[in-house]
């Protein structure tokens, strides 16, 4: 079962737009979720977090609403970049601070000059 | 900083021959991540090492995966008999243990079997 999922695939935004990212997960007891942003033939890296205990988590031009009533959050991109282009998973890890970190699917995001 | 290290680089195979992924994490992490990363999908654990113990080794195919981490820091993903369906990126990954700990990624083994 897949414990954390990403909408959409794909996503495409010019220049200075926002871009947003969608994240649910399963399990109620995940209490950190951080997002990766990867480049092509490159390991991923961690962007931001957020854990439960907040609603809101902003750094610069990326900032994580969260849910944890519906069990969502999502990744908002103001002022998108061409050097933005990359693919974005969200991550979920809950329980002992050894947890594995589950991680979604991800969202390719394309950013047009 | 030295970040995660691996090699090598990329790796081509016929099926049923056998290959062995290499990982230096960084300096003074304690935990070691080995994850699976099929194109155009997640990063899958494969398993994860806490000095040089398995804490979690429950999604390694252990027919024909295994993995090391003898003195608690350089680590070796080893398939015996690969499938083509083993075609991935091999990312190692290493953090601190603690509530919140950052993963630290190398860039990953590319590996095609044929």
């Known amino acids: 079962q897949q414990q954390v999922r990403q909408s959409p695939q794909s996503l495409t935004v010019w220049e200075g737009e926002t871009a947003i990212l969608n994240c649910s997960y399963e399990d109620s007891t995940f209490n950190y979720f951080p997002w990766y942003q990867q480049f092509p033939g490159e390991g991923p890296a961690l962007l931001i977090s957020?854990?439960?205990?907040?609603d809101k988590k902003e750094d610069g031009r990326f900032t994580i609403f969260f849910n944890k009533r519906e069990k969502k959050l999502s990744l908002h991109i103001t002022d998108s970049q061409p050097g933005d282009s990359a693919t974005y998973f969200c991550a979920a890890r809950g329980g002992s601070a050894l947890g594995r970190l589950h991680f979604g699917a991800g969202t390719q995001l394309i950013v047009i000059p | 900083e030295a970040g995660v290290t691996q090699s090598p680089r990329y790796a081509v195979l016929q099926e049923g021959q056998a290959v062995s992924f290499w990982c230096d994490p960084i300096s003074g992490h304690d935990t070691l991540y080995w994850y699976q990363q099929p194109r155009d999908q997640g990063p899958q654990l494969l398993v994860y090492?806490?000095?040089?113990?398995?804490?979690?080794n429950s999604q390694l195919p252990s027919d024909r995966f295994s993995a090391v981490r003898p003195k608690g820091t350089n680590s070796t993903l080893k398939i015996q008999s690969a499938k083509q369906g083993d075609t991935a990126t091999y990312l190692c990954?290493?953090?601190?243990?603690?509530?919140?700990?950052?993963?630290?990624f190398g860039a990953g083994t590319r590996l095609s079997v044929l």
């Open positions: 957020i854990s439960s205990v907040s």
């Open positions: 090492f806490r000095d040089e113990a398995v804490i979690d």
């Open positions: 990954a290493s953090s601190f243990s603690g509530i919140q700990n950052t993963l630290y």
